[in-house]
């Protein structure tokens, strides 16, 4: 669908196609060493409980093997490598060298290392064979995928039968007053503590845009089943400010 | 979700302080054990890898073992060294592995307090708690005694344990005096029909 597309959003302008994942490696590649502090000040350390609530709802078990796209700086990685134990196997991909380079040198500092591989991919073409992960996670990363629909084709293509995607995403505020005050949170705020802790107001501003940019919850649930899962359900948290999509192939 | 964080926070600390550090726990390396907390109607499944506990709330498929308990029965664990009124599933062997895992924890608190406080206060501070345990210990002791008195001898709500024997010692006697009646009433019902044929 977006391929058809000479130009594509970026945040809230709109850049020629084959420049978003340049313009989104820029972003990540200023804020990459303060993005651990920056989610922490921007959600109020809340993200902690999203992906918390996440990593119970994958129901993961010692000897799975995981993706974790999109993976950053590895806060999942963390707790899906301690789950899956030396047995299993967990892969932190991202298209930013930058951020990977982080996650990498925090785990193998807490100690995290021997089930856990690193790789720089792209979403839209995963380097890995069909039916190969029991679990594939993807946490604040899809919204900044140039083609959405194809990432979700192949997270289906890379997912064992039985296997599971979760999305977790910012998405639509299902709660009109607090909809308001966290558009002026985002469009007012936001990119001044982006300025403030990271020097890098733009970036923040994008952060924001692309949100607002993102499929709401009942559109990315139909993607999800255009691109092959079998089922999908979603549950929004903190009212709607994050969705976790739920995905599974039989 | 936050008892699970709990859960898993207090059961990664114990095991990390434990003077035998947590050798007890190796051999359920890749074990997965349900939890199910009656009291509370919680379930929560423990995952042991050589990272140590995560604690989650799903699980896909099945545990090795499922342990149903209360969390009245699990933090009285170290006093009773057995969980009370547990029921274990699956693999009960290892179900009781892992109790005596849990049972085998030993953490030497005044050693990991001196680390922060030095020596002498860590000392003073386990003195004194327990000082407050054998207090408690005591007047624990004593409402119990003061207790059965009042019942056994101001109320008489309650039997002495003497009382008690000599009234098991003359159930047993009646029970026998009743059977031996009984054989006699039979037999009598036996000469009875033999003489009125």
């Known amino acids: ?250 | 979700m936050m008892l699970n964080k709990a859960l898993e926070f207090i059961l990664n600390e114990a095991i990390r302080l434990d003077e035998g550090h947590g050798a007890a726990f190796k051999p359920l390396e890749d074990k997965v054990f349900t939890l199910t907390l009656n009291d509370l109607g919680t379930t929560s499944h423990l995952l042991f890898t050589a990272y140590g506990v995560s604690v989650q709330s799903d699980l896909q498929g099945d545990a090795d073992a499922t342990i149903e308990t209360s969390l009245v029965a699990l933090l009285a664990l170290p006093q009773t060294s057995e969980l009370k009124g547990a029921v274990f599933h699956g693999d009960e062997p290892l179900a009781e592995q892992f109790v005596d895992a849990l049972n085998s924890l030993e953490i030497d608190w005044e050693e990991h307090l001196s680390h922060y406080t030095g020596d002498l206060i860590a000392f003073k501070v386990g003195h004194a708690a327990r000082s407050v345990m054998q207090t408690k210990q005591g007047i624990k002791q004593q409402a119990g005694d003061t207790l059965k008195e009042y019942l056994q001898f101001e109320i008489n709500a309650l039997p002495t344990k003497s009382q008690v024997q000599r009234f098991n010692q003359q159930v047993v006697q009646i029970h026998q005096s009743v059977d031996a009646l009984e054989n006699r009433i039979d037999t009598l019902l036996k000469s009875a029909t033999t003489a009125s044929h």
């Not at chain 1, 902690?48 to 709802?57: G, P, V």
């Not at chain 1, 792209?122 to 990363?141: Q, V, Y």
């Not at chain 1, 064992?160 to 308001?180: H, I, N, R, W, Y």
């Open chain 1, 1 to 250: 669908m977006s391929q058809q597309k000479k130009t594509i959003d970026f945040g809230f302008s709109e850049v020629p196609l084959e420049e978003k994942v340049k313009k989104v490696k820029g972003v990540f590649d200023s804020v990459a060493d303060k993005y651990d502090v920056m989610n922490d000040v921007m959600s109020f350390g809340i993200h902690r409980l999203w992906k918390r609530h996440t990593i119970e709802l994958s129901g993961i078990r010692p000897g799975n093997s995981v993706l974790d796209l999109a993976g950053g700086t590895g806060d999942l990685t963390k707790e899906f490598a301690k789950r899956v134990g030396k047995s299993g196997r967990v892969v932190l991909a991202d298209i930013n060298e930058s951020m990977v380079r982080v996650g990498r040198d925090r785990l193998i500092n807490q100690g995290i290392a021997g089930n856990v591989d690193y790789t720089i991919t792209n979403a839209e073409a995963l380097g890995f064979p069909d039916n190969t992960f029991d679990l594939a996670t993807i946490a604040f990363g899809l919204r900044n995928v140039t083609n959405k629909d194809k990432a979700l084709e192949e997270l289906y293509r890379v997912l064992k039968p039985g296997g599971q995607l979760m999305v977790l995403e910012f998405s639509k505020v299902t709660q009109p007053l607090l909809a308001k005050a966290y558009d002026f949170y985002s469009f007012n705020i936001l990119p001044k503590m982006g300025k403030l802790i990271a020097d890098d107001e733009a970036s923040y501003q994008y952060l924001a845009e692309s949100i607002r940019m993102h499929p709401d919850q009942d559109t990315l649930k139909q993607m999800m089943l255009d691109a092959g899962f079998d089922k999908a359900e979603y549950l929004n948290m903190s009212e709607g400010i994050v969705a976790l999509h739920r995905g599974w192939k039989y």
